[in-house]
């Protein structure tokens, strides 16, 4: 452990719960230390009834600067004095820069999804998608997979009235999006069990839970072989490296990435809205990895 932040030192942190087992503290700290930076990182739990009260505190104590995660990305909008068009795009706030008195909320997910998927090499554009899940992960990277020009994104998930919703809202505001494309691809909603359309999908990302935490040992894909040879896997849950998925994925000849790379690049790119500069990706690569195996 560093010391205390002294002097002229600034305060990160993470508001979520549990947060116990985030990884960004030891990523951040390990970004600000190779940078000389007098700056620290430390992760709050939140209950739900408190977030009010905590986000009072970031102005109080003079936090510099959060990240947020489950369960507080999408109530915490209404708490904050801005937030951004991406962040209204997405329906989420993963990131706050307290600026001059006042707390500002971004997203940076899909932001990090597209930084991680061109890390691996793979170019989005002209891509058809398949996205399993409509959550708050599936919102932010079905939006931003759009805006990055992908051909077709179905949007597949268990409660299919949900994304349909999704897909309703976010066809509805990326309309009005900077950035947006001018002739919207086509943007559909189906259920898990949609064979079709997952062999004929370039890039398939799971954006569920499945895979992770009690739901280790499960799969977003009801049959892996509708797997196509070639197609492109993504799994967003990066706890255990090799889920289920991806490891029927690489059995099925499909190139795979796991979500490790989505969370270091939100994180490396929240230092551009709290810094003004991308952080260092490679060192925040390395300590992510050492977090994950402890
Ligand atoms: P969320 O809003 O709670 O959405 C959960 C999704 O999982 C919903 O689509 C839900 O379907 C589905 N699901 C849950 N249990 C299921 C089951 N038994 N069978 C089928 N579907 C099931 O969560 P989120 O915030 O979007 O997060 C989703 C995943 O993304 C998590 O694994 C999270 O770790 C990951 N994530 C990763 C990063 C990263 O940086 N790598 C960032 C954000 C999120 P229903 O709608 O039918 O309930």
Redesign the pocket.
Known sequence: MRGQVGGQGRLYGLLGRPVSHSISPAMHEAAFLAQGMNCRYQAFQVEPEALPTAVAGLKALGISGVNVT?PHKESILPLLDEVTENARLVGAVNTIVHRNGRLIGYNT?GW?FLCALEEAGVRPAGARVVVL??????RAIASHLILAGAAHVAVL???VE?AERLVSELTASLGEAKGAPKQMPPFTAGA?ESPQLIRAADLIVN????G?GE?AG?S?LTDPTWLRPGAIVYD???RPAETRLIREAKEAGCQVIG??G??VH?GACAWEYWFGRRGPTSIMWAAAKAALTE
Not at 133 to 138: D, L, P, S
């Open positions: 489950i997910d990090g899940g409509a959550g708050g992960a599936a998930n268990r409660t949900k898990l954006c569920t839970s499945l992770m739901q499960d977003p967003t849950v990066y979500g490790l989505m969370l939100q």
